[in-house]
C-alpha cells in the first residue's frame, strides 16, 4: 500500500473549526486542510493517526477520533500531557496547526463488517475507538455494539455528545465505570474489567477493541481471553512516541515492530508474538 | 567499448588515478578519506586533488552516513503570518558526488541505509542525495585492528552492491563494474583503463585469500544470532552490559548503519524557525519516552537489547543478514566496553 509513497516532510496547514472541550483535560479539534482541494480528496480510515504540528512545539501523533464516514472535516481528540498538546488546547477556533498523515495500519473495517463489536476503553483511549464506533453505525448492516468506558472519575467522562446518542441507539449498549465516584453519580465504581462479566457477549461472532492506559489493555486482553476471545478477533491501538511516522526513525520501536507502521492497531495474536512487558 | 565487455574487469594505473578523479571530479562532488593536519582520517569533499594527499592506507574514522544522512539537517522552515502556519522546503538541491575509496562495510552500510529510507515509503531527504551518487569501492587488503567484516559477511572483499571496486593490486588498480552508474562512469573516461589480464585477477584472488587471513580478532557472530534467535542469550549478560555502558551514543554516532533520528523545532524568531533532523540514538533514557511521562522502555537494560536485538535479531529476520557491518569502530570509541564484539562475544558463550 505504502510502497510507491515518499515523505517530504511538510505539514499542510489546516484550520480549527471548532473546539469541543471533552473534559478538563481533553479537548477535540475539528479541523479542515486550509487548501479546500486537499482537503475534499483528503482520505483516511479508523485506527490512523495524524502528526499534528504547532510552531516552535514541533509535531506528536493524534488518532483520528472522527470517522470517515462523515466527511469534510476530520477531528483530533487530545489529552493535555506536555509542551505541543498543552500549546495546543490553548488555540481558538480560526487558529492553524500542521497536519502530515494519514499513517498507520488502521482497523480492517470491511472485516468488522457484520461482527458484534465488544469496545473497551480508557479515558482518551475512547478516541481512537469512537472512529470506529461511529463508522459502524454509519454503515448498514453493522452487528450489535457494547460499549464499556471507564473514567477516573464522572467529570472526566468525555465524548458526552456520542455517549448520550449510543446509550439511545437500538442497536447499542453503553455502559459507563468510574474509578472514584463524586456526588450525583450512581452508577457502577471500579475497573473496566469489572463490567466485563455483566454484559452479554458472544465471543464468536464478536470482535473485540480496547484502547487505554497500557495497565488497562494488559488487564482487558487477557480478561477477553479467559472469556473466550480468540486472539485474532482481540484488537487494540497503542500509543508511542513518534517522531517520522513512516517506520525510520525508531523511536516507537516495540520488539521487532515499529508501532507507526506495523501498527499502531495490533491483534493481541500478533502481540503475543513479542514481548507484552513493553506496552 | 561495448556493453558485453563490461562483464570483465579493468586495470587503472596508479599513475593514471589523479587524471582519472580529476575528470571525475567535472560533473561531481568528488568524496574521498584525507588525512588532516591532525592526523586524522576523514572522508570530506575535495576541492583540490593537489592539495589534499587522499589516504587509500588508513581506516578513515567517520563512513559516508553523515553525507547522505547528515548528523544535522533541516527538513523545513516554518513561519506564522497572516498567511497562517506554513511550511516551506529549504531548496537546496544536493551535487552529484562521487563516494571514492569506500570500504566494503561502509560501502554495505550505504546499501542498508538505502533499504533503511527508500525500502517503504520513500525518505525524500535521503533519496535526493542518494539518487545522483556514485559509490566507487576500495576492497581491504590488509583488515584493520578491530575489523570483522568477515564474521558479519561485508567484505573483506565485495562482489556486488557497488558502482566501481578498486582493488590495489601495487602499482596499478583492478576495477570492477558494479551498478549501471559505474559503467557509464568508465565509459565516459575510457581512455584511463585498458583490460585486465588473467594474472591480475589471479593476483585479486590471492590478496582476498590473504586478507581473509588477516583479521586479529575472533568474532563469531553467527553464533550470537544464533543464540540469540533461540532466546539463549542469559539475563546476565545484558544486566552486565547495561551497568558499564554510560549512555554517551559514540556507539550510534560512529555506527555506519545506525540511523535513529529526532525531529526538533529551533525558532528563529517569535514567528519563523527550520525544523531540524538530528542524529538520535535508541540507547538515550529519553528515546521512548511519551508526553506526560510513561516510558515503555523503562530500564537501560531495555535500551541496550533494544540495541543489539535491532542489529543481530530483527534485522537478521526482516532482511535476512544483521545489519552490524563489522567496521570495528564501535570497539574503539566505546570507552565503557559495551561494544558488539563484547556482546558477541559474551552471546556467544555458553
Given at each position: 500500500m505504502s510502497l510507491m509513497r515518499s515523505e517530504d516532510y511538510l505539514p499542510r496547514p489546516a484550520v480549527i473549526q471548532k473546539i469541543i472541550a471533552e473534559n478538563s483535560q481533553i479537548k477535540t479539534f475539528v479541523l479542515a486542510l486550509a487548501d479546500q482541494q486537499a482537503n475534499q480528496a483528503f482520505t483516511y480510515r479508523p485506527g490512523q493517526f495524524m502528526m499534528v504540528s504547532l510552531p516552535h512545539r514541533g509535531e506528536a501523533p493524534i488518532s483520528f477520533s472522527s470517522t470517515p464516514t462523515r466527511p469534510g472535516t476530520?477531528?483530533?481528540?487530545?489529552?493535555?500531557?506536555?509542551?505541543?498538546?498543552?500549546?495546543?488546547?490553548a488555540l481558538q477556533a480560526g487558529d492553524q496547526v500542521g497536519l502530515r498523515g494519514p499513517y498507520g495500519r488502521p482497523f480492517v473495517m470491511e472485516d468488522l463488517q457484520g461482527r458484534d463489536l465488544l469496545v473497551v476503553a480508557g479515558g482518551i483511549g475512547l478516541a481512537p475507538l469512537r472512529s470506529v464506533i461511529n463508522g459502524c453505525l454509519d454503515t448498514p448492516g453493522h452487528g450489535k455494539l457494547t460499549i464499556l468506558y471507564g473514567s477516573r472519575v464522572p467529570s472526566d467522562i468525555a465524548f458526552r455528545g456520542d455517549i448520550d446518542?449510543?446509550?439511545?441507539?437500538?442497536?447499542?449498549?453503553?455502559?459507563?465505570?468510574?474509578?472514584?465516584?463524586?456526588?450525583?453519580?450512581?452508577?457502577?465504581?471500579?475497573?473496566?474489567?469489572?463490567?466485563?462479566?455483566?454484559?452479554?457477549?458472544?465471543?464468536?461472532?464478536?470482535?473485540?477493541?480496547?484502547?487505554?492506559p497500557p495497565v488497562m489493555i494488559a488487564a482487558v486482553l487477557t480478561a477477553l481471553g479467559k472469556m473466550g476471545f480468540a486472539d485474532e478477533e482481540i484488537l487494540t491501538t497503542m500509543e508511542r512516541h513518534m517522531k517520522c511516522g513512516i517506520g525510520v526513525c525508531r523511536h516507537c520501536h516495540l520488539d521487532s515492530k515499529l508501532v507507526c507502521v506495523d501498527g499502531p492497531v495490533f491483534s493481541r495474536a500478533q502481540l503475543k508474538k513479542l514481548q507484552m512487558d513493553r506496552l | 567499448?561495448?556493453?558485453?565487455?563490461?562483464?570483465?574487469?579493468?586495470?587503472?594505473?596508479?599513475?593514471?588515478?589523479?587524471?582519472?578523479?580529476?575528470?571525475?571530479?567535472?560533473?561531481?562532488?568528488?568524496?574521498?578519506?584525507?588525512?588532516?593536519?591532525?592526523?586524522?582520517?576523514?572522508?570530506?569533499?575535495?576541492?583540490?586533488?593537489?592539495?589534499?594527499?587522499?589516504?587509500?592506507?588508513?581506516?578513515?574514522?567517520?563512513?559516508?552516513?553523515?553525507?547522505?544522512?547528515?548528523?544535522?539537517?533541516?527538513?523545513?522552515?516554518?513561519?506564522?503570518?497572516?498567511?497562517?502556519?506554513?511550511?516551506?522546503?529549504?531548496?537546496?538541491?544536493?551535487?552529484?558526488?562521487?563516494?571514492?575509496?569506500?570500504?566494503?562495510?561502509?560501502?554495505?552500510?550505504?546499501?542498508?541505509?538505502?533499504?533503511?529510507?527508500?525500502?517503504?515509503?520513500?525518505?525524500?531527504?535521503?533519496?535526493?542525495?542518494?539518487?545522483?551518487?556514485?559509490?566507487?569501492?576500495?576492497?581491504?587488503?590488509?583488515?584493520?585492528?578491530?575489523?570483522?567484516?568477515?564474521?558479519?559477511?561485508?567484505?573483506?572483499?565485495?562482489?556486488?552492491?557497488?558502482?566501481?571496486?578498486?582493488?590495489?593490486?601495487?602499482?596499478?588498480?583492478?576495477?570492477?563494474?558494479?551498478?549501471?552508474?559505474?559503467?557509464?562512469?568508465?565509459?565516459?573516461?575510457?581512455?584511463?583503463?585498458?583490460?585486465?589480464?588473467?594474472?591480475?585477477?589471479?593476483?585479486?584472488?590471492?590478496?582476498?585469500?590473504?586478507?581473509?587471513?588477516?583479521?586479529?580478532?575472533?568474532v563469531y557472530a553467527d553464533q550470537a544470532i544464533q543464540r540469540l534467535a533461540a532466546g539463549l542469550v542469559p539475563e546476565s549478560v545484558w544486566e552486565q552490559l547495561s551497568l558499564r555502558c554510560q549512555d554517551c551514543a559514540g556507539c550510534a554516532y560512529i555506527c555506519p548503519t545506525c540511523t535513529c533520528f529526532t525531529i526538533v523545532d529551533r525558532p528563529a524568531g517569535p514567528d519563523c524557525g527550520e525544523r531540524l533532523r538530528s542524529w538520535d540514538a535508541c540507547t538515550f533514557a529519553g528515546f521512548t519516552r511519551l508526553a506526560g511521562g510513561h516510558n515503555p522502555v523503562a530500564h537501560k537494560i531495555h535500551a541496550i537489547q533494544t540495541r543489539f536485538l535491532h542489529k543481530l535479531k530483527y534485522d537478521v529476520d526482516k532482511h535476512g543478514r544483521p545489519s552490524c557491518v563489522g567496521c570495528g569502530r564501535c570497539v574503539g570509541i566505546c570507552f565503557g566496553g559495551t561494544d558488539i564484539v563484547r556482546f558477541i562475544k559474551m552471546a556467544g558463550e555458553d
Open positions: 476530520i477531528e483530533l481528540s487530545v489529552r493535555r500531557a506536555g509542551s505541543l498538546t498543552a500549546a495546543m488546547h446518542i449510543w446509550q439511545h441507539h437500538p442497536a447499542v449498549t453503553c455502559h459507563l465505570t468510574v474509578d472514584a465516584p463524586e456526588p450525583g453519580w450512581d452508577g457502577p465504581v471500579g475497573l473496566v474489567t469489572g463490567l466485563l462479566g455483566q454484559v452479554k457477549v458472544d465471543p464468536a461472532s464478536s470482535t473485540a477493541l480496547v484502547c487505554g | 567499448m561495448r556493453d558485453d565487455a563490461m562483464d570483465q574487469a579493468f586495470i587503472l594505473a596508479k599513475d593514471h588515478l589523479k587524471s582519472f578523479l580529476r575528470k571525475v571530479k567535472k560533473g561531481h562532488r568528488l568524496v574521498a578519506p584525507v588525512t588532516n593536519q591532525h592526523n586524522d582520517t576523514l572522508f570530506c569533499t575535495i576541492n583540490h586533488l593537489d592539495r589534499v594527499p587522499i589516504n587509500l592506507t588508513e581506516q578513515a574514522q567517520n563512513g559516508i552516513k553523515s553525507f547522505l544522512f547528515p548528523q544535522q539537517e533541516t527538513l523545513a522552515t516554518y513561519a506564522v503570518s497572516a498567511d497562517g502556519y506554513r511550511f516551506n522546503r529549504t531548496d537546496v538541491r544536493p551535487e552529484p558526488t562521487v563516494y571514492f575509496g569506500v570500504r566494503p562495510c561502509d560501502l554495505m552500510a550505504v546499501l542498508y541505509m538505502d533499504v533503511v529510507f527508500m525500502g517503504g515509503v520513500k525518505d525524500q531527504h535521503y533519496l535526493e542525495k542518494r539518487q545522483d551518487s556514485v559509490l566507487i569501492g576500495l576492497n581491504c587488503n590488509a583488515p584493520f585492528a578491530n575489523c570483522f567484516c568477515s564474521a558479519t559477511k561485508s567484505g573483506p572483499f565485495l562482489e556486488t552492491g557497488f558502482d566501481l571496486m578498486f582493488t590495489d593490486l601495487g602499482d596499478r588498480f583492478l576495477v570492477e563494474v558494479g551498478r549501471p552508474k559505474g559503467r557509464e562512469m568508465l565509459q565516459a573516461w575510457q581512455q584511463f583503463f585498458t583490460p585486465a589480464e588473467a594474472e591480475d585477477t589471479r593476483a585479486q584472488y590471492q590478496l582476498s585469500l590473504e586478507a581473509m587471513a588477516g583479521f586479529r580478532l575472533d
